[in-house]
């Protein structure tokens, strides 16, 4: 009788906790990122027609495109299931691949189940084309594709003026000078599959090729906080390559090529309180003359620009009644903050004890000392929430060439980065946490592109470092910009690196540092939520020895720090 009263006991309970996740499923459904299809792809040309499922929870949804080279070569937010996009950068026989995303409320993402694969097989013109005419000769312009399966037209334009049009023929045209000869002239140059265009190209004769090109921060005129400076600017379109000059007065102290739309140039290049001025020059080719620039002065301000805020937890996810701890990360300075979404410079309340959080609040932070200029505000949406399940995407290096000290037992970069990673999977893992982890024979546009695909709540990347000289030592963490939602990771896993370290030296602690767009694996376009580690040097005696006879300390240590900010132990 007792067995029987048990069995039914179980059993009940059993029932009722089956009733319970049924139920809280069925009630939270709307709030959940469920996985979903791409329904329909059809295209003409470049013109493409998607139809995907609706996801209940999504806020909205990015489509990207990604190339052969796992590169984004399109992205677009968009808020409903029926699309029309125009794939005007697709060239023939390449193959690509698009991908639509659904994110919520909170920031959190999930990729579509069946990304749509396609080869791209219409005409294009030759990316080898050169955009400049000759004024004196007749132009060879060469198309890339099979020209025979249809009846393709070429059209040539000026302006919206139809110069000519015929039937292709050959994958090299020729366009007759008579139609640029001794003039600024540029032509408008089309294929057509009937009334369809299916690839288009711009070129120029005695005139510039490239767009106009305008500085948008910084702004000219400004004293600037005494920090790096982000360089930022728009246009220069065509342009081959972008060169950056930076002047003190008459002297030039520095240029560089730079990647199109954003650098960050170090504060290490300027001195307080002195005036700079920055060209930014778009280029084609060898050809100067066609150069497009623009400029911005500056001045340096006199004083230190505090670091800002950082906080113990993942904001997205905080239970009720937890601790949050605001952290100073300077020397000097205040902590001052709101929870009213007013400004803590003008509004805030003084910092002296955890704050209880037990509702969705805006928390806005800053740090203030009268010698030095304000740290940013840094802003934290918190949430009152709970996650089933998190995911980290572990990225250890793959370079089995940057060699180590050998007598310390340090071989090689890749070899001893993959080992220490396997301390941080097997405790991520051994608190439920989902892990995916690179391959060592991809590269970083796969290696994000399938973080990203993931939706994973950290992608984190771990080397060790090297330096010219061989003579730097110490750890650094690196995220894409100050005001980045890594920041407060970041900080911690440093913080706590620098705890085991063996030395108290100057110089050992190199802080969290800023890419600003130059780091892929912690470009916040590539991956939301990206950290790189540099835990130490391996070029460096004691910092390579500490590393070889540590591996399985810095691994937890690094594990157990994110595992904490997660509110998972």
């Given at each position: 009788?007792k067995k029987i ?7 009940l309970?059993t ?5 319970f996740v049924?139920?809280?499923i069925?009630l939270?459904?709307d709030k959940i990122l ?5 329904i ?6 470049t013109?493409f027609?998607i139809?995907?499922?609706?996801v209940?929870a999504a806020e909205?949804?990015d489509?990207v495109?990604?190339?052969?080279n ?5 992205s677009k937010?968009v808020?409903?299931?029926?699309n029309?996009?125009?794939?005007n950068m697709?060239?023939?026989n390449?193959k690509?691949?698009l991908?639509?995303y659904?994110y919520?409320?909170?920031?959190d993402s999930?990729a579509?189940?069946?990304?749509y694969?396609?080869?791209y ?21 060469l198309?890339?594709?099979?020209l025979?399966?249809k ?6 334009y000026?302006?919206?003026y139809k ?6 023929i050959s994958?090299e045209?020729?366009?007759d000078?008579k139609f640029y000869?001794d003039?600024?002239?540029?032509l ?6 009937g ?11 005695k005139t510039?090729?490239?767009s106009?090109?305008m500085?948008t ?5 400004n004293i600037l906080d005494?920090n ?6 728009n246009?220069g ?5 972008y ?7 008459n002297q030039?102290?520095?240029?560089t090529?730079v990647k199109k739309?954003?650098c960050?140039i ?6 307080k309180a002195?005036k700079?001025?920055?060209?930014i020059?778009a280029?084609y080719?060898d050809?100067e003359?066609?150069t497009?620039?623009?400029?911005v002065e500056f001045q ?5 620009t505090?670091?800002?805020v ?15 701890y605001?952290?100073?990360?300077n020397?000097e300075g205040?902590?001052f ?13 003084k910092y002296?004890?955890p704050?209880i959080v037990k509702?969705n609040i805006?928390?806005k932070?800053?740090?203030?000392e009268?010698k030095m200029n ?5 802003e ?6 709970s996650?089933d399940?998190?995911s980290v995407y572990?990225?250890?290096s ?8 050998n007598s310390t037992?340090?071989?090689n970069?890749q070899?001893?980065?993959n080992d220490?990673t396997?301390y941080i ?5 051994s608190?439920?946490v ?5 391959s060592?024979y991809g590269?970083?546009n796969?290696?994000?592109a ?5 939706g994973?709540d950290?992608h984190?990347?771990i080397h060790?470092?090297a330096?010219p000289?061989?003579?730097i030592?110490g ?5 894409h ?6 920041y407060?990771?970041a900080?911690l ?11 108290e ?6 802080g969290v ?5 130059s780091?892929?694996e912690?470009n ?5 939520f990206g950290i ?5 040097h391996?070029?460096y ?11 399985e300390?810095?691994g937890n240590t690094i594990?157990?720090?994110i595992?904490?900010?997660?509110g998972l132990i």
């Amino acid at each position: 009788m007792k067995k029987i009263i048990i069995a039914l006991v179980s059993i009940l309970l059993t029932f009722i906790g089956v009733t319970f996740v049924v139920s809280a499923i069925i009630l939270n459904g709307d709030k959940i990122l469920s996985s979903f299809n791409i329904i329909d792809v059809e295209n003409v040309s470049t013109n493409f027609n998607i139809k995907f499922e609706k996801v209940k929870a999504a806020e909205y949804y990015d489509i990207v495109v990604y190339n052969n080279n796992n590169i984004p070569i399109y992205s677009k937010s968009v808020y409903e299931t029926k699309n029309q996009i125009d794939l005007n950068m697709l060239e023939y026989n390449l193959k690509y691949k698009l991908v639509v995303y659904a994110y919520d409320k909170l920031g959190d993402s999930i990729a579509v189940k069946n990304p749509y694969k396609f080869k791209y097989t219409e005409p294009t013109f030759s990316s080898n084309n050169d955009l400049i005419l000759n004024n004196d000769e007749d132009y060879k312009l060469l198309i890339d594709g099979d020209l025979s399966k249809k009846n393709y037209q070429i059209a040539i334009y000026d302006n919206k003026y139809k110069l000519k049009e015929e039937k292709i023929i050959s994958n090299e045209y020729i366009i007759d000078k008579k139609f640029y000869q001794d003039m600024m002239q540029k032509l408008d140059v089309q294929i057509f599959d009937g009334l369809t265009s299916i690839s288009k190209i711009s070129l120029y004769n005695k005139t510039s090729p490239i767009s106009d090109i305008m500085i948008t921060s910084p702004a000219s005129g400004n004293i600037l906080d005494y920090n790096d400076v982000i360089f930022t600017y728009n246009g220069g379109d065509n342009a081959t390559s972008y060169r950056v000059e930076i002047y003190n007065g008459n002297q030039k102290i520095k240029e560089t090529t730079v990647k199109k739309n954003r650098c960050v140039i170090s504060a290490e290049l300027f001195k307080k309180a002195e005036k700079y001025n920055i060209i930014i020059k778009a280029l084609y080719k060898d050809y100067e003359e066609y150069t497009k620039s623009a400029n911005v002065e500056f001045q340096m301000n006199e004083k230190e620009t505090l670091k800002p805020v950082y906080i113990n937890t993942y904001h997205k996810y905080v239970k009720s009644g937890s601790y949050l701890y605001l952290n100073n990360p300077n020397q000097e300075g205040t902590i001052f903050y709101t929870i009213d979404d007013s400004d803590p410079v003008v509004n805030g309340i003084k910092y002296d004890k955890p704050l209880i959080v037990k509702k969705n609040i805006t928390l806005k932070t800053v740090i203030m000392e009268p010698k030095m200029n304000n740290s940013i505000v840094n802003e934290f949406e918190i949430n009152i929430g709970s996650k089933d399940t998190y995911s980290v995407y572990l990225s250890p290096s793959n370079q089995e060439l940057n060699f180590g000290i050998n007598s310390t037992g340090y071989s090689n970069e890749q070899s001893e980065m993959n080992d220490l990673t396997n301390y941080i999977e097997k405790r991520l893992k051994s608190h439920n946490v989902k892990v995916y982890r690179n391959s060592p024979y991809g590269n970083i546009n796969l290696w994000t592109a399938d973080s990203r695909y993931y939706g994973v709540d950290l992608h984190l990347a771990i080397h060790s470092n090297a330096s010219p000289n061989h003579n730097i030592f110490g750890i650094e963490t690196w995220i894409h910009e100050q005001s980045s939602k890594t920041y407060s990771l970041a900080n911690l896993i440093q913080d706590s690196l620098i705890n085991i370290y063996y030395s108290e030296e100057e110089g050992f602690n190199r802080g969290v540092k800023y890419a600003n767009g130059s780091m892929g694996e912690v470009n916040e376009l590539a991956v939301p939520f990206g950290i790189l580690l540099e835990i130490a040097h391996h070029d460096y005696e004691k910092d390579a020895a500490w590393i070889i006879q540590n591996k399985e300390l810095i691994g937890n240590t690094i594990a157990d720090t994110i595992l904490k900010y997660f509110g998972l132990i």
